[in-house]
């Protein structure tokens, strides 16, 4: 038997016990969905295959997609909320990295200095999570999602158009999963 310990959106922490390690991402997409993470966000952010940024699955670390007022999508992670930002690959003599997509934040003075990154001039951020290079791993993929039908970068696609909602054909209200996300 494995347990998890989950810290829940209020900051009591829940320990849950799991039967076997397949099940592992299973707990975390339940208890992610209700806003519950298992831990910290580590130095320069979660690192993930950009392979996987079109569907990534938020709730596996306590986060989920949100439009701002703007109109922008966001990742709203314990009450922060985190930009999408596209970075060029970089081949100089000094460095190479392949492209890369990564949700960031302006950094606060509350932010311990170990999870704060420079930028240009004095501006400092903290990073949720980068996607760069390395294999697709389904399991963090959406469950029962579609993978997008173009393969290519997520750098190198042109940012999408946010659908318009249908206009509301029913009146009768909609039931609400007990699961959906309570914020």
């Given at each position: 038997m494995l347990h998890i310990e989950f810290i829940t959106d209020l900051g009591a922490r829940v320990t849950v016990d799991v039967e076997s390690a397949d099940k592992l991402l299973d707990v975390q997409r339940q208890y992610g969905r209700l806003g519950w993470t298992s831990g910290d966000i580590p130095v320069g952010g979660y690192q993930f295959p950009l392979e996987n940024e079109p569907d990534f699955d938020w709730t596996l670390i306590g986060a989920r997609k949100w439009t701002n007022p703007e109109g922008e999508d966001m990742i709203l992670h314990k009450g922060h909320a985190y930009r999408r930002r596209e970075l060029e690959a970089v081949d100089s003599r000094k460095m190479k990295l392949p492209a890369?997509?990564?949700?960031?934040?302006?950094?606060?003075?509350?932010?311990?200095?170990?999870?704060?990154e420079k930028a240009d001039g004095e501006f400092e951020y903290v990073t949720l999570a980068i996607f760069r290079g390395g294999k697709r791993q389904e399991r963090y993929a959406i469950p029962g999602g579609s993978r997008p039908a173009a393969q290519t970068s997520a750098a190198a696609r042109p940012a999408q158009a946010r659908p318009q909602?249908?206009?509301?054909?029913?009146?009768?209200?909609?039931?609400?999963?007990?699961?959906?996300?309570p914020f």
């Open positions: 890369a997509v990564k949700y960031s934040r302006g950094a606060k003075n509350t932010d311990p200095d170990h999870v704060r909602p249908a206009p509301a054909t029913r009146s009768a209200p909609v039931a609400v999963a007990e699961e959906e996300t």
